[in-house]
């Protein structure tokens, strides 16, 4: 596999289920990223991990709860969600935390929560 | 803090029509520009980028955009659109000391 692969690609959850969006790097890059896309919204940044280490939590509510065991894998484990969280969830990843811009996307995740 | 403005949710165009999509940023250093693009049901893929060199810069699937400082502008063109560059476009900028701040997108109608 080449790329950025997220896993599930669609998930319908409810309020109080306990789910996780996966996401896997095969580019050899350093930095992991995850962002929301919800509908004529910008991509809102949630958090940004450098070398397996959070460098950036954007005021995310605690029911995300992320976890980048290494460099090329990124976790996003959800709970007790809420119905306005549904949206895409990209995954990202870039060769190091430099804000250079040059990011590469997964396909993303779909959330539903009912 | 540096920002983009993308005009127009939605641009409509016939297939071999010019494609302009407008994108004007706010920075306060020298700015990094991006163009991504997202094809339905997937993730954004970079399009092109500026970075202080040439200031027209050429992309992938035939997309120019040039960078005008006087104009805070870096606006995509194609010559000709093609029913497959149907999708949404996203501006984004960063200064390289800040996070990227994307625009919030301009749809690509493309009609037969």
């Known amino acids: 596999e080449t790329g950025v692969t997220q896993t599930p690609r669609h998930l319908v959850m409810g309020m109080t289920n306990k789910k996780s969006l996966k996401c896997e790097q095969h580019l050899g890059h350093n930095a992991m990223y995850w962002y929301k896309q919800s509908a004529k919204k910008p991509l809102e940044l949630m958090f940004v991990y450098n070398f397996k280490e959070q460098t950036e939590n954007n005021s995310v509510p605690s029911r995300f709860s992320p976890e980048c065991p290494n460099s090329s894998h990124l976790f996003l484990h959800l709970h007790t969600l809420q119905p306005e969280d549904s949206a895409l969830y990209l995954c990202a990843s870039s060769q190091d935390r430099q804000d250079t811009g040059e990011l590469f996307f997964g396909e993303g995740s779909r959330l539903t929560v009912l | 803090a540096q920002s983009v403005t993308q005009l127009g949710s939605h641009v409509s165009v016939s297939e071999g029509a010019l494609v302009l999509l407008r994108c004007n940023y706010s920075?306060?250093?020298?700015?990094?520009l991006f163009w991504y693009v997202q094809y339905p049901n997937q993730g954004l893929q970079l399009l092109l980028k500026?970075?202080?060199?040439?200031?027209l810069v050429k992309g992938i699937n035939g997309f120019e955009a040039e960078f005008k400082k006087s104009e805070t502008s870096f606006h995509l063109t194609k010559p000709s659109a093609h029913m497959s560059d149907a999708a949404e476009y996203f501006c984004a900028v960063t200064t390289g000391f800040q996070k990227l701040v994307f625009g919030t997108g301009t749809r690509l109608l493309v009609s037969p």
């Open positions: 500026y970075t202080s060199a040439a200031t």
């Open positions: 920075s306060s250093v020298p700015p990094y």
